[in-house]
């Protein structure tokens, strides 16, 4: 496994990603509209990943096949992880951990780093919150993300 920047070819692989989301989210919201073309506060997705990649913040999990394991993607202005998924197929405690502390080198460690995560209760969520806890993350409140109820987890 290799971690690499994410580029304009691999944008179909980031959707196809988050497109193995969907069914998590649906839990919570039963139309995608907002989460997928944002709202009067917030990007597109499809603007969002642009951004991320334009400004060298996206890093992709590769097989030696160049196949997308997960993605990590960061804000370093708001020293935020703005987004995470790992293929559901995949081991999500070595990629994450692998994708997480390739970020924490590159985000300021001395300030808070924050990261949102859907309130599923589906297993592959509740994995996610277990990696964010055994990597120092504690949940810090609640908020609403393109329409999606998400807790806010701080490190």
Not at 29 to 35: A, F, G, P, R
Not at 49 to 73: P, S, V
Request: charged letters at 30%; glycine letters at 6%; one cysteine or more.
């Amino acid at each position: 496994m290799e971690i690499k920047l994410v580029n304009s070819e691999d944008i179909q692989k980031w959707k196809n990603l988050s497109f193995e989301y969907d069914k998590y989210v649906k839990e919570l919201v039963s139309d995608l509209t907002e989460w997928y073309e944002g709202g009067e506060n917030s990007m597109s997705f499809d603007e969002y990943i642009e951004r991320r990649i334009d400004q060298k913040e996206a890093f992709m999990a590769i097989d030696n096949n160049d196949n997308c394991l997960g993605i990590i993607a960061i804000s370093y202005k708001r020293n935020y992880i703005t987004f995470f998924g790992i293929s559901e197929n995949m081991d999500i405690e070595i990629i994450g951990n692998k994708l997480l502390h390739y970020v924490f080198k590159k985000l300021d460690i001395n300030k808070p780093i924050s990261i949102n995560e859907i309130k599923s209760k589906s297993e592959w969520i509740l994995k996610h919150n277990e990696l964010y806890n055994k990597n120092g993350f504690v949940l810090n409140g609640d908020t609403i993300e393109n329409g999606v109820p998400v807790y806010v987890y701080i490190k």
